[in-house]
C-alpha cells in the first residue's frame, strides 16, 4: 500500500513503470513529529534538491517554513510552488551573475560562499534598486563525525573558510549590502544523533566568535541538518530525542545572545527520503551459472543511489522488495538489474527476494530523496521515469 492504494492498482493508474510513487500522509506525519521535537521559535526548512519534484515541493511548502535551493531553476520551482521569498534560502558554489540578479529581484536570502559574489551582488543591488540580502555561508573550522557526505571542515569548495569570515563581514558592509546572518551546514545523511548534537553545539559556538565581527544584529541562524535515515541493514533510525534537548539549550541560549535571530534547520532526505518508493516491472528472468538475474525496466538511470553509485564507498542493496508477492513464503537468491548495458545497472545484489517471475513488481523503498532527480535519466536513452504523489 502507499497512499492508501495497493501497489497493483497504483501501477494500473500510472498507466506504465518504472515510476517513483511519494505518499503525503507520511511526508504531512515525517513534519508533524519534527515540530514536536524543535522548539517551537524554530524554522523548519526543506532543502529542495532532495526531491525538487513540483507536486511534492507543493505540499512540504504547505507544511514547513521555508525552502533552500541551490540554482535558479530551482528558486523558480519555489517561487511557483508558492514559498514566500522571505523563507527562501539560496546556497551554492558557483552562483552564476545571472541567478544572483534573479535571487536579489526575487529578494530571498542569498548564502555568500565566495568573495567574487559581493562586489557582483552590489552593482546588481544598485541596478535593480533593491537590497541584496545576504548570509555568509561558513565552512566550519571542525568536522562532522559519521557523516555519509561532508560538507564542511577542512578545504572544501562550499562556503567561506571561518578564518576568513571576518574579512567578508568587512566588505559586505563596504558594499552596502543587506547582513542578516549565518549559515552553517557541516554534512549529510548521518545517523549518529551525538555527532549531530556535537555539530550543531560547534556550530552555535562558531557563530557566537562571528558575530563579534558582523556590521549589524543576526537575524537569520542556520545550523544546517544533515539527519540521516537508515538505508542498510543494522542501521537504526536517528535518535531525535537528544537532539530536541540539544537544540532546545541552543534555543534558549540564542534569546539572549542572538535577541533578533531566527534559528533554521534545514532537512532533504530526513523529511523526504522515506516517504517514496521506486517501482519496476520485471521484463526478464535469466540463469546465468546457476546465478538468477530478474532483469527490470528501470535501473542506475532513474535511480542511481539505490544502485550504489551516489555516495556510497562500497555498495550495499537498499530494501528491496517484490511488491507484488510481498506475504509470498518461497523466496529466491537474486540479483535485480537493469537494462543499461553496465554491470553498474544494479537494484539488488544477491538479496533473498519472493520468487518473481516477469511480470512483476519490484519495489525500492528509502526512494524519496534523491532519486529521479539525481539520476543520469539520459544515459543509455530509455524513457524518463514519471513521479506520482499519493
Ligand atoms: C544538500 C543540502 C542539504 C540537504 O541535505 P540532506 O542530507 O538531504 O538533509 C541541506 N543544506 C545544504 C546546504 C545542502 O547542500
Do not use: W
Not at 100 to 119: D, M, T, Y
Amino acid at each position: 500500500m502507499i497512499g492508501g492504494v495497493s501497489l497493483s492498482e497504483l501501477a494500473a493508474r500510472v498507466g506504465q513503470t518504472p515510476f517513483y510513487a511519494y505518499d503525503r500522509r507520511l511526508l504531512r506525519e515525517r513534519v508533524r513529529m519534527l515540530r514536536h521535537v524543535l522548539p517551537k521559535e524554530m524554522k523548519l526548512h526543506f532543502a529542495m534538491k532532495a526531491n525538487p519534484m513540483p507536486a511534492v515541493l507543493g505540499l512540504m511548502v504547505g507544511l514547513v517554513d521555508g525552502v533552500d535551493v541551490a540554482s535558479a531553476g530551482e528558486l523558480k520551482l519555489a517561487l511557483d510552488a508558492g514559498a514566500d521569498p522571505k523563507e527562501i534560502s539560496f546556497a551554492g558554489p558557483g552562483k552564476q551573475a545571472s541567478e544572483l540578479r534573479q535571487a536579489v529581484a526575487a529578494r530571498v536570502l542569498i548564502n555568500v560562499e565566495s568573495f567574487r559574489e559581493l562586489p557582483l551582488l552590489a552593482s546588481i543591488s544598485s541596478d535593480l534598486g533593491m537590497p541584496a540580502r545576504v548570509a555568509v555561508r561558513v565552512n566550519p573550522d571542525f568536522e562532522i563525525k559519521g557523516s555519509g557526505m561532508k560538507m564542511g571542515g577542512g578545504p572544501k569548495q562550499f562556503g567561506v573558510d571561518a578564518e576568513k569570515v571576518p574579512e567578508y563581514l568587512q566588505a559586505i558592509k563596504k558594499y552596502g549590502l543587506t547582513f542578516e546572518g549565518f549559515h552553517l551546514f557541516a554534512g549529510s545523511q548521518n545517523l549518529r544523533a551525538k555527532a549531530l548534537c556535537e555539530a550543531q553545539e560547534k556550530s552555535y559556538e562558531l557563530a557566537l566568535r562571528l558575530a563579534q565581527h558582523a556590521p549589524s544584529s543576526i537575524r537569520s541562524l542556520n545550523l544546517g541538518g544533515g539527519f540521516g535515515i537508515p538505508y542498510f541493514p543494522g542501521e537504526l533510525p536517528l535518535d531525535l530525542e537528544p537532539i530536541s534537548v540539544n537544540l532546545a539549550r541552543l534555543q534558549a541560549r540564542a534569546k539572549q545572545d542572538f535577541p533578533e535571530a531566527v534559528l533554521v534547520i534545514e532537512l532533504g532526505r530526513y523529511l523526504v527520503g522515506e516517504a517514496g518508493i521506486y517501482v519496476a516491472r520485471i521484463i526478464d528472468k535469466k540463469i546465468s551459472r546457476n546465478h538468477v538475474y530478474l532483469v527490470a525496466d528501470g535501473g542506475l538511470h532513474h535511480h542511481l543511489s539505490a544502485s550504489g553509485n551516489f555516495g556510497q564507498v562500497i555498495r550495499k542493496n537498499y530494501p528491496v522488495t517484490i511488491g507484488s508477492k510481498v506475504n509470498h513464503a518461497v523466496t529466491e537468491r537474486v540479483s535485480v538489474v537493469g537494462p543499461l548495458c553496465t554491470p553498474l545497472d544494479l537494484l539488488a545484489d544477491q538479496m533473498d527476494l519472493p520468487k518473481a517471475e516477469s511480470g512483476d513488481l519490484v519495489v525500492v523503498f528509502q526512494s524519496g530523496a534523491y532519486g529521479a532527480s539525481a539520476s543520469p535519466q539520459g544515459f543509455l536513452s530509455h524513457p524518463h521515469c514519471i513521479e506520482v504523489l499519493v
